[in-house]
């Protein structure tokens, strides 16, 4: 990963949410269409890939690739655990989550570092949480085996990623992963099967899998009718990159929609546990 490039993909985002006055900016969950803002369907996916997950006061849990920290204020809000880290490799969103949190005490703790070397000891964490941020990893099977190092035995992996069974379509992505722009943002697809291997390989327990691909692009579809119907036409004019924003998630919607994409959504758990 570049600092360079993905600060050039993500930056778009953290105005958009600025902007439209939103907590996050994942992909969000919808069961139904219309039924919810694209806030509540963001915490609605949170919700969905953590499952069955406990959490509670005793819980320490990692939030990994925590971007502005939505999910993890989230999740320490609902669940109050012991400690909840947010894991993130951009600085600027670093600083970004640290504001947004930072009248809330307790509060979860945001750190700065890369996800293929987790800045935190052997069987520390009972619940790692990774939502729309492996997929920028190229090491994924690093990652995932940093995972295994950090979770107590009995801990949970809940990973939620976007995925392909096509992806020589998306080999022209790769080569230009080096170029600064919000389109390209060092992105190694794989495929469920993948993930499946890896956690095979590592001795990882899945639990549950789920393509969330159609929910996923229902819930961008509510989020895009919601930011086109908010001071459109002002923020269009205005806002550096904001056409091409709407235009990339009107294309991964799409995508979605035809099968191209898939967004997968595992629990998984390290063994050993006492259940």
Not at 79 to 94: A, H, M, N
Not at 133 to 150: P, T
Not at 155 to 175: A, Q, S
């Amino acid at each position: 990963m570049s600092q360079r490039t993905m600060e050039a993909h993500y930056r778009p985002n953290w105005e958009l949410t600025q902007a439209r006055g939103l907590l996050g900016y994942n992909c969000g969950y919808a069961a139904e269409r219309g039924n919810e803002s694209f806030d509540e369907h963001q915490q609605s996916l949170v919700w969905r890939l953590l499952g069955d997950t406990k959490i509670d006061e005793n819980s320490v849990v990692l939030d990994v690739g925590c971007g502005i920290g939505g999910p993890s204020g989230w999740m320490f809000e609902r669940f109050k655990p012991k400690q909840l880290f947010g894991l993130e490799y951009l600085g600027s969103s670093v600083q970004a989550a640290g504001e947004r949190w930072r009248n809330r005490d307790p509060r979860p703790t945001f750190l700065q570092g890369d996800a293929h070397r987790i800045p935190l000891a052997d069987n520390q964490v009972d619940v790692i949480f990774n939502l729309e941020s492996a997929l920028h990893y190229k090491d994924k099977r690093q990652f995932i085996s940093e995972c295994q190092r950090v979770l107590k035995p009995g801990g949970r992996l809940c990973l939620g990623d976007i995925t392909t069974r096509r992806k020589w379509l998306f080999l022209p992505v790769e080569m230009t992963n080096s170029l600064p722009s919000q389109f390209t943002s060092s992105v190694w697809l794989w495929s469920a099967a993948d993930y499946k291997a890896a956690f095979r390989e590592l001795g990882f327990k899945l639990l549950n899998h789920e393509n969330a691909a159609a929910p996923i692009a229902d819930s961008l579809a509510d989020g895009l009718d919601e930011i086109k119907g908010k001071n459109f036409a002002e923020t269009w004019g205005n806002m550096r990159g904001f056409r091409g924003r709407v235009g990339f998630l009107g294309t991964l919607r799409q995508l979605l929609r035809l099968g191209l994409l898939d967004y997968d959504l595992f629990q998984l758990e390290v063994p050993g546990g006492n259940g």
